[in-house]
């Protein structure tokens, strides 16, 4: 879950930080620095003020930008979204390399200058609007973020879903369920509440795509 604290980090405060775990292991941890911190996940949002995210990141290319366009697609509106499609696909792109164990990415938000992107301390991406950072933010305090919980219950459900060019929910099965009933059912619910999703970006030429959500219902 995101935790909310008061450590300072260089010129900006951690407002909180998360871990993602896929199949057991640790794939990235997630901080939140802020100018002034806040409780509410809303507020956050909604100041215009410096903040950034810096993420430890774990996983190849490829499957950082799938994972992270899904957690994006499923935590924005399509209003939101549709427009700024191209410029969240550039900000995933923009390493030229694959990521390694240790990389560190950096989303940036400053009140003058918008939002920017660094990697390992090189800056790949600068001046994009405001929400183009927001829309990266929602992926971890947005209404489905990548960690939950669920009363005393734990565990990943992996959801199969094929979403056609208009964002509309072609269907959705779950293809690993967890050992609870219940984390199972809210796991297709969460994804069906969730649904219509944003178009596909001209870019991709497809008539529809797939995708293959884990869901984790974790206790911290």
Known sequence: MLL?????????????????????KQQFVAGLFVDTLHNNANTVQLEDAPKHMRILNNYSKRRWINLWMQIISINNDR?????????VIDIMQAPKSAPQKGDIIKYIYHPKHGASMRFNGTELISNYPKNIFNILLKTWIGPIPPYATFKNQQG???????????????????TQESNYKLLNQAALKAVKKAAP?????????ADSFELNLPITFRLQ
């Open 156 to 174: 990943t459900v992996r959801i199969g879903t094929v979403v056609d060019r208009s964002g509309a929910l072609l269907s959705v099965t779950a």
């Open 197 to 205: 999703f944003p178009a596909l970006p001209e870019g991709i030429k």
């Open 4 to 24: 909310f604290c008061s450590s300072a980090y260089s010129e900006l405060s951690l407002n909180g930080s998360a871990i993602l775990k896929d199949l057991g």
């Open 79 to 87: 209003e939101s979204f549709s427009g700024s499609a191209q410029e």
